[in-house]
């Protein structure tokens, strides 16, 4: 079974760039979620999606951050403009109803903004 | 809210040396509680879980024995080994969070040879 992809690996940008990443869940996981991890803290929940509507976003900065997940498969996260406390790694995970809320991860993207 | 508290890091043991990460939880309801492993260049990845009270998960020669009544879900390993190294995280998930799952800062551990 293939596990969650993402896309870029790594990124770096100057502030004020924009920058997407991309997620592909595990086949058949109707719950995907963006993380965000900064250095030496342990993931913050972003976002998350209930096949192609939204679940959680209270912690998504809406004025700079967007997620989108057509069709319910794959999504999207962008970041425009970027700040400085923007570097971090964003992780996408996916779980499927019934697993108690397990959560399969990406490898994720690390983004340095400079 | 919801919040897990775990040990600060890093921890730093010898192979074959016993190992326990502490971690405690406050929570409204009754949470699934998750350890969660974080290997270097690499996303997290379940190591074991507990959904009820006095539930042991395991795996890979790691324990974690859910305690309700000290709100406590610390990791025990017997005999680390070199591989080990990695970041570990406690986490829960509770229907009065409406299943977010809240993580804890993590611990990082060394393994020397």
């Known amino acids: 079974e293939a596990g969650v992809a993402q896309s870029p690996r790594y990124k770096i940008i100057e502030k004020r760039q924009s920058v997407a990443f991309w997620c592909n869940p595990i086949s058949g996981h109707a719950t995907l979620y963006w993380y965000q991890q900064i250095l030496g803290q342990g993931p913050k929940l972003l976002i998350q999606?209930?096949?192609?509507?939204?679940?959680?976003d209270s912690q998504l900065p809406k004025d700079r951050f967007s997620a989108e997940r057509l069709k319910g498969v794959d999504s999207t996260l962008k970041i425009q403009p970027a700040k400085l406390e923007d570097s971090a790694v964003y992780l996408c995970?996916?779980?499927?109803?019934?697993?108690?809320?397990?959560?399969?991860f990406g490898p994720g993207t690390r983004l340095t903004v400079l | 809210g919801n919040s897990v508290t775990q040990m600060e890091g890093p921890v730093t043991l010898s192979e074959e040396a016993f190992l326990t990460i502490n971690c405690t939880y406050t929570?409204?309801?009754?949470?699934?509680l998750f350890w969660y492993v974080q290997y270097p260049g690499e996303g997290l990845q379940l190591l074991l879980k507990?959904?009820?009270?006095?539930d042991k998960g395991s795996n890979k020669g790691f324990e974690a024995t859910y305690r309700k009544e000290t709100t406590s879900f610390h990791l025990e390993k017997g005999s680390v080994q070199v591989s080990d190294s990695a970041v570990y995280f406690c986490a829960l998930s509770d229907v009065g969070g409406g299943f977010k799952t809240i993580f804890g800062a993590g611990t990082r551990l060394f393994v020397k040879a």
């Open positions: 507990a959904t009820k009270a006095d």
């Open positions: 995970a996916s779980s499927s109803p019934g697993q108690y809320n397990e959560q399969f």
């Open positions: 929570a409204t309801g009754y949470p699934s």
């Open positions: 999606f209930q096949n192609n509507g939204v679940v959680d």
